[in-house]
């Protein structure tokens, strides 16, 4: 592709190849991906690029980066960051978490808090919502789960983009890899840590950013009310009409708090 | 040859409308729609037919295992095999199968036990990994379901054969103490099957272990493949494998009439037969699958023509007579290719000769019954099966020389002096 702004790269890190994506200029920012895998290259990530380095590494047992045996949990899985954070020296590094990606970060905070500069979470699994379920990915087809992920397809043109129409055989194995290292990670209890509130309060000093779809049908809104408690001095932003992928459905808006916060 | 009886033990008074409209699957429909009057009545006919096969001669009786769904009331298995361990006398108590991975080892291998002494050494446990709805019924982690089969295997052998106590730390079972007080009457441990829908995985690894290998109702031709898959594996392994190493499961319904016959066997494809067993997101979980078949599954499902065959019914609204025309124009289909056999005995049995040469198993399972069909209806299917199909196809055994497990030890037959395995099936023609 013809000025493509981001490409792929492989590193080893903690005793594996880590396959990432990065692009852009500046200060390097960690973008950890969700349950289904990174999504793609979107604007946010342009216009972020324009003022940081942006790291976005497959995790591993998500397609392109091999499975790591010892990984069974998402404190595992934040083990394996913190590691491959040292062994780059990126340490301390701004950091952005989307879903189970969220919680990998609040996890990683809640373990050592200075190994961020700043922390945004993007609607995080990771605790039991007060009221309502986090979305059962485990039962759904991934298509069905993608569907429910906006508040409203046709107002989110790059949802379109992305994962309108059929999917290839290469997008449904990519999901499948995606959709088993999940469930490796967090098929019981269903994508949050019991005690996890608890450990969110040793997340001190470390500025942090949730921001959350009011309308949120994959982990509900009462969440962010958890996450925001736990984590002092955290700072909420909502948006109405809006379901788990503020990212695309609210990218304006999304991308001026980003800009913002990491000011 | 070794010949069994099997069910699934349906319960079958769910419309077909139902379950239609529950995206052609019968995992998913709603419990209040059962009755346990029903239920309770349909255990005990059940239980009845097993004791009624072993009076007729069936050398086996066939049970299964699945949760949640009323396409089985198998869910507690081995609870109906430690009745039919007691209130039968002779015929063998055929598991297929316990799932593994959804089990616990321990609690199973004193529970096998149990049925095998009751029963005075007449079980023959099975392994699955259980379908991937079983995952979601029994909330077990679908993406190590491979892994802890295996542990659980292993440890279940060791379980009756290692002397106690000890300790198992794996790394999906954890126990302190091991040390059972219920142990199988057959030593070192009883013959173990391995049923299955022919994945090359399980087929290789049942060849390894020298267990026979049953063959569930599938399509004719991958089966001949997976017996020589099977004979292959083992001629790696330095055996020769033979007709013991291989059952198959047969659709077959007999009646007095042609006519009443293929009525009565229209219940294999009621709501969709097994094709209606759980919808694609319940039948393959995440990570059920193994990396290769998972390609397979991707290509299957994104191509145009397969893919909406197999999530035909899952999205969107469901147009119930369409789909009954469709399961109508299936059920000519399977009564052509032989999926389903049915017929007076006499028809029947010429069938069953078809597949006995070109399978050549040892093993031969007559799968009687599923949909709506009458307690009488059932008990004259089994009557004539027994007194007139059963004897018929002893003399052919006989004929093409296929003996059973219990006749040939599997796993004993040398290899050929010239190191190359015999061929296992015969020539591959319509049943």
Known sequence: MANQEWREETVRVAGTDLVYITGGTGAPVLVLHEELGHPGWLRWHSELARTRTVIIPHHPGF???PRVESVRNVRDLGNFYTKALRERSLRPVEVIGFSLGGWIAADMAASDPSQFQKMVLVAPTGVKPPQGDIMDLFILTAKAYLDASVQDIQSAPEFAKLYGGE???EQFEAWEDARAESARLAWVPYMFYPNFASLLENVVGLPTLLVWGKQDQIVPFSAAEVYKKSISGAELVAFDNCGHRPEVEKQAE???HLQRFLA | MHIMSFSERAYIDVPEDLIIENGSSYFGIPNTNFDAKIGSRLMNEYLDERVYAEELGFDGVMLNEHHQTPFCGGSVMDVEAAILARITKRVKIVLLGNPLPVADPLRLAEELATIDMISGGRLVPGWVRGAGSESIANNTNPAFNRERFNEAHDFIIDAWTKPGPWRHE?????????NPWALPLQKPVPQMWIPGIISPETVIWSAR????????GTNLEPTVEMVNLYADVAAQEGYQAGPENFGYLQNVCVAETEEKARELAKGFVYGGGFGSFAR?????PPGYNSKEATKRLAKAMTDPRTGTEI?????GKVDVEEIKRSIDKNYQDVLTSGLVIAGTPETVIKRIRVMLETLRPGIFGTWYHHGPMSFEDRKTCLRLLGTEVLPAMREIAKELGLPGPFEVKPGSRPLPASGKRDSVVGALKAA
Request: no cysteine.
């Open chain 1, 167 to 169: 999917p290839t055989p």
């Open chain 2, 311 to 315: 999530i035909r019914f899952s999205q």
């Open chain 2, 170 to 178: 794996g790394k999906h079972y954890n126990y302190r103490y091991v």
């Open chain 1, 63 to 65: 397609g392109k980066t």
């Open chain 2, 280 to 284: 694609a997101e319940w039948m393959f």
């Open chain 2, 209 to 216: 272990h020298r267990y026979p290998y049953v063959a569930l």
């Open chain 1, 254 to 256: 999304f991308s001026q």
